[in-house]
């Protein structure tokens, strides 16, 4: 039941993306953001909504935000204010959060996402700032339930997509190029297992041919990006079925739960909030200026899309090879420090978005976790090159060792007796006692049949203990059949 919606049925989707900033102190105080510290001890009066205390607007988090509007094409508002988002729970102690409602930081801009049918545009209606709230850390031995203020006030941009998505694999793709944007301007490390990057979805399916979309159901909880994209077409295969058997949908709110794999009802669109907005009477609005806006359009550096374009065109890449490059900074520096002395870049790309792109996702870290650098790869690539190390020793023996202590290849290589033969005169031997041996298949390869030849080549690497260079070995033996089956 549960997947992508049928030809019969459309899909619209939209994704509300929260992104913490990089900043190393909260919105509207002094405290310190930093992830895992003992609950409740990176509090103030502010960020605890004491009484009498006031709001002062963090500098950074505002040219932050601006940066991420101007890097996405939005157009940056010309007055600058604040709103309350006045609701109750547990981990927002003020009973409201300070947001943006009618002013927003931005409005437009676009992400560009690659599809299966090429490139696509994702238009966005606005960027707005707002803070955090706290968090709550649920106890179900005690039947209870603990706040962690540290997070409270902790600053936020929200990203409203319109709702041009069209596939869980859209939205996938929307996330991971939003994230790889704000990694590279350097806004927000959108780290979800640190809560950097939260994401909600409102998703629609109605009838092929029905001009109004369907009843908007806003799906939360989900912390990952394999989360959404389950999470997606989960509830998109609910709707999809109730559709088919005539039964009705409604606006409502359902949470992801990914143990079971399914969404279910948090509240129903007669229970949603009315947050009642207001301006903010504590923080004064103020005016963007030119020279803020041209300040921060200067500060972002070459986006992930224009790299890409760049590496297909300077370094001859395929266009998929060049987005998997190009989606976060560092294996893009990687890949251009090492190309600077190593000129074989479509070998260096399989290197780079096969055995390390593995290697780092496995071990889950970062390639400045590794021992590994440039020229150690380059080095293991030059070995490989001039034959005296073959491909899958190199994949699975040698680059291992070297991604994980820094040791050079051709020490590993050694060390582990993998120095690849590729002398004539020893491979010939190997040769010419394979051809003396097997003299039916060498009957085969002169009656037509070429495969004999591999045959030959298998024998040549076993006797070799798969030390012999099999480019070579196979010239060789190709070379020593026709002359034995003389002239034509």
Request: overall charge neutral; hydrophobic content about 40%; proline content about 6%.
């Amino acid at each position: 039941m549960k997947g992508d919606a049928s030809p019969e049925f459309l899909t619209t989707i939209g994704l509300e993306v929260h992104a913490q900033l990089s900043t190393r102190t909260k919105i509207f105080c002094g405290c310190e953001v930093r992830f895992g510290s003992p609950p409740n001890t990176l509090v103030c009066p502010v960020c605890l909504g004491l009484p009498g205390v006031l709001p002062v607007l963090n500098r950074e988090v505002f040219l932050l935000g601006l940066r991420a509007v101007l890097a996405f094409g939005g157009a940056p508002s010309k007055l600058i204010k604040f709103d309350r988002k006045n609701y109750y729970y547990p981990d927002l102690p003020k009973g409201y959060q300070i947001s943006q409602y009618d002013a927003p930081l931005g409005r437009g801009g676009f992400v560009e996402i690659e599809t299966s049918g090429g490139p696509k545009r994702i238009r966005l209606n606005r960027i707005h700032l707002e803070e955090d709230a706290g968090k709550l850390i649920h106890d179900a031995a005690a039947d209870s339930s603990l706040v962690d203020l540290n997070r409270a006030g902790v600053p936020l941009i929200e990203m409203v997509s319109e709702p041009d998505l069209e596939s869980p694999d859209d939205a996938h793709a929307y996330l991971s190029t939003l994230k790889s944007v704000l990694k590279t301007i350097g806004v927000s490390l959108c780290d979800m297992e640190k809560g950097h990057l939260r994401c909600d979805a409102n998703v629609s399916v109605r009838r092929a041919g029905d001009a109004v979309l369907g009843k908007k159901v806003e799906v939360k909880n989900m912390n990952s990006f394999k989360a959404v994209k389950a999470a997606l077409q989960y509830e998109i295969g609910r709707q999809t079925e109730a559709l088919g058997k005539g039964e009705g949908l409604y606006q409502e709110t359902r949470l992801w739960d990914e143990a079971k794999g399914m969404t279910f009802l948090m509240r129903s669109k007669e229970e949603a909030h009315d947050y009642r907005y207001f301006p903010e009477p504590d923080l004064v609005p103020f005016f963007v200026t030119q020279e803020q806006i041209e300040a921060e359009r200067r500060r972002i550096p070459e986006l992930p899309r224009q790299k890409a374009a760049r590496f297909a065109s300077a370094y001859g890449l395929s266009a998929y090879d060049a987005n998997l490059l190009t989606q976060d900074e560092e294996p893009a520096e990687f890949f251009e420090t090492c190309a600077k002395i190593y000129p074989d870049y479509k070998g260096l790309a399989n290197w780079m978005t096969g055995p390390v792109s593995a290697y780092l996702n496995e071990k889950a870290v970062s390639l400045s976790q590794t021992r590994l650098c440039p020229e150690t790869l380059v080095g293991l690539l030059q070995l490989v090159k001039e034959g005296s190390l073959s491909l899958q020793a190199a994949r699975e023996k040698v680059f291992p060792e070297v991604v994980g202590d820094g040791r050079d290849p051709k020490e590993v290589m050694e060390k582990k007796g993998l120095l690849q033969v590729s002398d004539e005169a020893a491979l010939d031997e190997w040769v010419a006692e394979a051809i003396r041996s097997n003299s039916k298949v060498v009957n085969d390869f002169k009656s037509g049949k070429e495969t004999a030849a591999m045959f030959l080549v298998g024998q040549v690497m076993r006797k070799s203990g798969g030390k012999a260079n099999p480019g070579k070995v196979q010239e060789l033996v190709r070379k020593r059949l026709l002359e034995t089956a003389g002239p034509a």
